[in-house]
């Protein structure tokens, strides 16, 4: 269509010859020249298209390799799967192997993780967001705690490495690697908490200090309830991340071959299901590649789970409202 | 009108006809600075006991600040700076020592919006008497409260049942209920209704008009014909100052100040 065809439907519109003598017209719109405008709608309605199908092919990217992925995983591992792969220590012998150490690791650490992480990510997410004066201080150390979420995972586990192992004198252990994980997963959980007590409005908390509450009572029986579906969604994401992390248990000193389970977060030596995964990944031969595909698996199954727990928390806290 | 307020209110100006005591809250020469800006200038006002005031003014005009003064719910502002003094039966809320968390139990208050915390209704009367270590029987003091804010027959199959549940007008009565349950002495309104429909307004009218025989009642409000039928005085205030105060009748059928007469004549605001 041509780009100077004047639409001459509009009210009050006139051919250029007309116009040029400018102030006569009674309304304004009489006074533009239509053919200034060009429409082309044909040509604009094809890049609406042409977008929403890039759109949809970059959807479909994301999608299509991760269902691969999960495939290729599942085909792999699956035949590897059963009771006894889950009961079963690291072995040379690929046939007897299995992952009891490292899933008892996995889920030490993630406890561990989790009663580190959760009271210093929220306490301090609380005294932000409800307590702390508006000054330069205040704004230095929110500013840091972004910053923090963004430093690469293996620079945690140096700090790990210096701080817990070494200097705290954890050694090689649960606890360490614990810590380490709490470290790495404490801006995100502070974040995200200090996002969910935004969200809980102003007038309750005005509304619980007009009927004589200290701010204590406020947060302990308005605000905090009202956050903690948010709270806890991020703090499983952020776990979820924690569970799945290597390269910082590997500066703790995760070992490669575990054949006794840890009795207790200090017990000397430990291995997570990442790190197993990573060390088989390594080794030659069929036999272990299939292994690690299988723990794979089982590492995803354990995130599933964990998604799925946040999801009904939230809609359980949700709900009583 | 003029003769009532020569021979019983002691006059301070000739606009401000401060009622007869005894005088439950009284502001002397106080003034509220949100950083540099000025939004209360010195204003000095006596409220008397179990009578109902409102505080009318355009918006900005610092009513709704002064009425926060009463409670110290200014505090909870930054950059909000109280001078002079704000007395509850005679005594400097803003002195040392003073609680505001005390404060706050003794005098009320229902917010422009009902804001009932997202719980039952049960829930909502108990939180204030809890905290404030309330022994007695529970149940008894949720009834009376609620009767209290004329809310009770409405929900009293529902007590389990959400706040949110129920409508505008009701949850605002509910808040009433609520402020009402840690016994309060005075009860400060900004502008509780606001955010109503007619009808919810009227019931929330009554109640206020009830409400005076046990507690002194402070009412901020846009609307005139408000301020005109629940108070027994008004306070005209205008970018930050009292301009005119005194019994109802009296400011809405003869004001003093040009001003004044200008507002509710609704020439302005």
């Known amino acids: 269509m041509s780009g100077r065809d004047p639409r001459s439907d509009a009210p009050g519109a006139r051919s250029p010859a007309t116009q040029v003598d400018g102030a006569a017209g009674p309304h304004p719109a009489a006074q533009r020249d239509p053919n200034q405008f060009a429409p082309r709608l044909v040509g604009r309605r094809r890049w609406g298209v042409a977008f929403q199908v890039i759109c949809l092919v970059a959807t479909l990217v994301g999608v299509v390799v991760l269902a691969l992925l999960l495939v290729d995983i599942i085909m792999d591992g699956a035949g590897r799967l059963s009771l006894a792969f889950l009961d079963n220590f690291p072995s040379r012998f690929a046939d ?23 009271p210093l990510g929220v306490g301090t997410a609380i005294w932000l967001e409800e307590y702390a004066p508006d000054n330069r201080f205040t704004r ?101 991340r924690a569970v799945g992390e290597t390269a910082p248990v590997i500066m703790v000193g995760a070992l490669a071959f575990m054949s006794y389970v840890p009795d207790h977060p200090l017990d000397d030596g430990f291995t997570v299901l990442p790190f197993q995964l990573y060390s088989w990944v390594a080794k030659p031969g069929a036999d272990f590649q299939e292994l690690a595909a299988a723990t794979g698996i089982v590492l995803l199954v354990l995130l599933l789970v964990m998604n799925g727990g946040a999801i009904y928390l939230r809609n359980k806290f949700t709900g009583e409202r | 009108m003029s003769t009532h307020a020569s021979t019983v209110a002691e006059s301070t100006t000739d606009s ?40 009318i003014g355009p918006s900005g005009c610092g009513k709704s600040t002064l009425l926060r003064c009463f409670n110290r719910m200014n505090d909870l502002i930054p950059g909000a700076r109280v001078e002079g003094e704000a007395l509850f039966q005679g005594q400097n809320l803003y002195e040392r020592g003073v609680d505001p968390v005390d404060v706050r139990r003794r005098i009320g208050m229902v917010f422009q919006k009902p804001n009932p915390f997202p719980k039952s209704i049960h829930d909502n009367i108990a939180f204030g008497p809890r905290i404030n270590g309330y022994s007695g029987d529970m149940g008894e003091l949720v009834e009376r409260s609620l009767r209290q804010a004329a809310l009770w027959e409405e929900v009293k199959d529902r007590l389990d049942a959400s706040a949110l549940a129920l409508s505008g007008g009701q949850q605002q009565r509910l808040c009433i209920a609520r402020a009402l349950a840690v016994e309060p002495e005075v009860l400060l309104m900004d502008e509780p209704a606001s955010a109503l429909d007619p009808i919810a307004t009227q019931k929330i009218e009554d109640l206020i008009y009830e409400l005076k025989r046990d507690y002194t009642v402070v009412i901020v409000t846009h609307n005139m014909q408000q301020a005109a039928r629940v108070s027994d005085y008004t306070a005209f205030l205008y970018m930050g100052e009292l301009v005119e105060y005194g019994a109802t009748k009296g400011i809405f059928t003869n004001p003093r100040e040009d001003r004044t007469e200008a507002y509710i004549t609704g020439r302005f605001g």
């Open chain 1, 96 to 118: 007897r192997s299995g992952v009891k150490p490292a899933l008892w690791g996995s889920a030490w650490a993630l406890l561990l993780t989790v009663v580190i992480a959760f």
């Open chain 1, 140 to 240: 230095l150390v929110e500013t840091n705690i972004a910053n923090l979420a963004g430093v690469p995972s293996i620079v945690y586990g140096i700090l790990g490495l210096a701080l817990f192992v070494r200097a705290m004198a954890m050694g090689r252990t649960l606890l360490a690697a614990g810590a380490t994980l709490a470290l790495l997963i404490l801006p995100v959980i502070v974040v995200a908490s200090q996002e969910a007590l935004k969200a809980v409005p102003g007038s309750i908390r005005l509304g619980a200090y007009a009927l004589g509450a200290t701010r204590w009572e406020a947060v302990r029986y308005h605000v905090f309830p009202l956050a903690l579906p948010g709270i806890l969604t991020g703090t499983i994401l952020a776990l979820s």
């Open chain 2, 16 to 55: 401000i006809h401060t009622p007869p005591g005894p005088h439950e809250l009284e502001a002397r020469a106080l003034s509220v600075l949100y950083g540099e800006t000025r939004a209360v200038k010195d204003v000095s006002i006596k409220i008397p006991d179990r009578k109902v005031v409102a505080f």
